[in-house]
């Protein structure tokens, strides 16, 4: 069985990356703790795309923002169905986020991918 990925790419406010960093570092205990295999949260350090779609311009991020780029990885997509079922009904999430989210939820990016390469 292939391992499954749960992608996500997000414009988030330079201003806000500390906030961010802490309540994912809070998510990733959790996710983990259901039984997720790895969770990655990147923020962008180099953005040099020549004749290619940078980050930024994937993620229509503004000026005073910076990209983050994160993945979850699960034994299979049933898996990330129980994973993420338990970890939506777990109240630590809403917890991380009672001060509010720290960028706009509405502009990340989302994909659940099936994995046909791994080395």
Known sequence: MSQYVDG???????????????IAEGAANIWIGYGALEYRECVLEDANA?????????????????????WIVYNSHEHRDEVNAKVMADPRMN??????????????????FRTIVKA
């Open 95 to 112: 917890e991380l986020m009672e001060n509010g989210c720290p960028f706009d939820c509405k502009r990340m990016s989302y994909g659940g």
């Open 50 to 70: 020549h004749d290619m779609v940078s980050f930024p311009q994937l993620a229509a991020a503004k000026d005073d923002e910076t990209v983050v780029f994160a």
């Open 8 to 22: 996500f790419v997000l414009p988030v406010p330079k201003e806000n990356i500390e906030t961010y960093r802490k």
